[in-house]
């Protein structure tokens, strides 16, 4: 019987069941026989002569990936990345010059109603997703960055930091506020499937417009 791998699987995850693999060996745990038969060594081998045989790491992920269909362990690793690319996050700009590429899921998303994202994007308000810095790549393009104007007293909220737009077209693309440079939001709008990624809080609520509502949750 072999196991398929989990929709969108974790290279982390995977490294982290082939060692799972290699304690339950080394503390004799015989259900780990089944997956060790897969070496071609131990194929004809008993519980007893498995679990007294020697075992590295590498002849565990080995095991792991015959269990999981794979050829070896390179090409699971393969297998990995190529689904984990299929469901990347990507988005791109009105005229489509900006395109960009996000490599880890995001860590928050919202809607915010504060005055610098409204002007920013001449909307009403605007659905962000939030990631660490280093987790956006702009693949095609040029991002124009731009620092707001000096915020007036009582509409101080979303000036302090620097916004990206597309260079050519001006989309609202990403900001990357003061007190927190070690993450990026990007304007939920700009993704190929903003759908993916429904927004759960409301930002500056108290700063919405009389006639916007905000999330009905
Ligand atoms: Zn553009
Ligand atoms: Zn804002």
């Given at each position: 019987?072999?196991?398929?791998?989990?929709?969108?699987?974790?290279?982390?995850?995977?490294?982290?069941?082939?060692?799972?693999?290699?304690?339950?060996?080394?503390?004799?745990?015989?259900?780990?026989?089944?997956?060790?038969?897969?070496?071609?060594?131990?194929?004809?081998?008993?519980?007893?002569?498995?679990?007294?045989?020697?075992?590295?790491?590498?002849?565990?992920?080995?095991?792991?990936?015959?269990?999981?269909?794979?050829?070896?362990?390179?090409?699971?690793?393969?297998?990995?990345?190529?689904?984990?690319?299929?469901?990347?996050?990507?988005?791109?700009?009105?005229?489509?010059?900006?395109?960009?590429?996000?490599?880890?899921?995001?860590?928050?998303?919202?809607?915010?109603?504060?005055?610098?994202?409204?002007?920013?994007?001449?909307?009403p308000a605007v659905a962000w997703?939030?990631?660490?810095?280093?987790?956006?790549?702009?693949?095609?393009?040029?991002?124009?960055?731009?620092?707001?104007?000096?915020?007036?007293?009582?509409?101080?909220?979303?000036?302090?930091?620097?916004?990206?737009?597309?260079?050519?077209?001006?989309?609202?693309?990403?900001?990357?506020?003061?007190?927190?440079?070690?993450?990026?939001?990007?304007?939920?709008?700009?993704?190929?499937?903003?759908?993916?990624?429904?927004?759960?809080?409301?930002?500056?609520?108290?700063?919405?417009?009389?006639?916007?509502?905000?999330?009905?949750?």
């Amino acid at each position: 019987m072999s196991s398929t791998l989990p929709l969108q699987p974790s290279l982390d995850h995977l490294k982290k069941q082939a060692k799972d693999l290699l304690k339950a060996h080394q503390l004799g745990d015989a259900a780990v026989c089944s997956t060790l038969r897969r070496l071609r060594h131990l194929a004809q081998a008993s519980d007893a002569e498995i679990l007294s045989a020697p075992l590295t790491l590498r002849q565990a992920q080995h095991a792991l990936a015959k269990e999981y269909g794979f050829t070896n362990w390179a090409d699971l690793k393969a297998a990995v990345g190529t689904v984990n690319a299929v469901t990347a996050i990507t988005g791109s700009c009105f005229c489509g010059s900006v395109r960009y590429q996000i490599e880890d899921p995001p860590t928050n998303v919202t809607v915010c109603h504060c005055t610098g994202c409204r002007r920013a994007s001449a909307a009403p308000a605007v659905a962000w997703i939030t990631m660490k810095a280093e987790s956006f790549r702009l693949v095609q393009g040029e991002l124009r960055m731009v620092r707001g104007r000096e915020a007036e007293p009582g509409t101080c909220d979303g000036f302090g930091g620097i916004r990206g737009f597309c260079a050519q077209c001006g989309t609202h693309i990403t900001f990357v506020g003061d007190a927190r440079t070690h993450e990026v939001d990007v304007t939920t709008g700009s993704l190929e499937d903003p759908d993916r990624f429904p927004p759960i809080e409301d930002c500056f609520a108290e700063k919405k417009l009389t006639w916007m509502n905000t999330l009905a949750r």
